[in-house]
Every structure is written in structure tokens, then in C-alpha cells.
């Protein structure tokens, strides 16, 4: 945690100047519309905050989380002139954002820094209505290049990496992954996962798990 809260500080400012066409991309994706509700999991300092609360307009909702009191704490701040987004220090790994309630949800750079990636998917999953779609940008070092080798080395040093497929886990959770590009990057992914009517987001006798 220190090492977000760090973060919260120092790059992930430099990182949100950057985060422009990532969140245009995401909205138009997810086709995002005045009065949805949508979940940013994973929100660091809440460089998408702006752009989902524009997106959704007054009568929408948007809840964005983030684990590190100190990402929390800038995003807090970011939110304040946006009366319906709420922002929640919360693990992913452990919370339920409850039942059902988000059309669309967004994790950027989220989902692999986690030391539980299934259970930040299936409450992921649990989270989103019927046809819920959830955009995900994040690290995938599945290829076997020097590159990758490195990367997740340091990556599981410096960020605690578990080596969790992300996109593979995405698969045994929600009904449709589809990559947003034709070409994938040796060392990110860029995919859409659609909740269809019926999909079993947990697997029996795994219930949610309060936060704390």
C-alpha cells in the first residue's frame, strides 16, 4: 500500500495528463449514456472522474475506488464539483460494490497489480446488471520475449504482480471478451467483457466478502 500512496504523490499526476484519449476510448466503447451508472475500479488519483461524470450527465452515477488512502484522498478532491460521483477507499479483492447496480465499469491498470485477480473479477461481475459491460486496459506479459520476462520480474518485485492472466481470467468470468484492437501489445491489452443473462460471475460457496 505504501508504494501507491507514493505514487499517489509523485507519477500518477504525470500519468493522468496522459489518461485523455484512453477515457475517450473507453466511453465510446462502452457507449456510455446520460443517466447509466458506472463503476471505476481502480481509480488511482481519479484522472477518469471528469470524463465518466460528463459522460453520464446529472442524472448518472459514478462511483470510483481505489484501495490507497492517498489516491483517495486526491480523487476526493477531484470529485468535488461533481455532486453525483462518490469516491470509496475499498480492496476489490474483498469488496462487494453491490448487486446488479452499474450498467458499465472501467479498470485501468487495475486488475493485475492485484493480489486476487478472480475475486476483483467476480465482484467485478456481481456489480454489473444483466448486458453490463466492462472496459480493461491493463498489463498482459503472456509472450515469451525478453521484454516480458523483465517486466514481470520487476513487476512482481516493485508492484506485487501475482502473474494472473488477467484476459484469461476475464474468460472464466463474464459471458463475451473481445479484444478492442485487431493487433494486441507485447505487453498490454485493451478488451471489452459483456455480463450476459445468465453467466455465472462466483463460483458455489464463494461468497462476497465484505471490505475490512
Known amino acids: 500500500m505504501e508504494l501507491w500512496d507514493f505514487a499517489a504523490l509523485t507519477y500518477y499526476r504525470v500519468l493522468d495528463l496522459f ?17 447509466q451508472a458506472v463503476l471505476d475500479i481502480g481509480c488511482g488519483t ?32 477531484r470529485a468535488r464539483k461533481w455532486p453525483n460521483v462518490e469516491v470509496r477507499q475499498a480492496d476489490a479483492c474483498t469488496t462487494d460494490h453491490g448487486a446488479g447496480e452499474f450498467d458499465a465499469a472501467i479498470a485501468f491498470g487495475a486488475f493485475s497489480a492485484m493480489p486476487d485477480v478472480p475475486a476483483a473479477l467476480a465482484n467485478a461481475a456481481d456489480a454489473l446488471r444483466p448486458g453490463g459491460r466492462l472496459f480493461v486496459f491493463d498489463m498482459r506479459l503472456v509472450k515469451k520475449t525478453r521484454t516480458t520476462r523483465f517486466l514481470r520480474a520487476a513487476y512482481r518485485r ?22 478492442v484492437f485487431a493487433v494486441e501489445g507485447e505487453t498490454t491489452t485493451v478488451v471489452m467483457a459483456r455480463k450476459v443473462t445468465g453467466t455465472a460471475t462466483r463460483s458455489a460457496g464463494t461468497p462476497s466478502r465484505p471490505a475490512g
Not at 19 to 35: C, M
Not at 53 to 76: H, L
Open 158 to 179: 516493485i508492484a506485487g504482480f501475482s502473474g494472473a492472466d488477467v484476459v484469461a481470467e476475464l474468460r472464466k468470468v463474464f459471458g463475451q471478451v473481445e479484444p
Open 46 to 77: 481519479g484522472g477518469s472522474i471528469s470524463a465518466l461524470a460528463e459522460a453520464v450527465g446529472p442524472e448518472g452515477r459514478v462511483v470510483a475506488m481505489d484501495a490507497s488512502p492517498r489516491m483517495v484522498a486526491v480523487a476526493r478532491k
Open 19 to 35: 489518461s485523455g484519449s484512453l477515457n475517450r476510448l473507453a466511453i465510446a466503447e462502452l457507449e456510455l449514456e446520460p443517466g
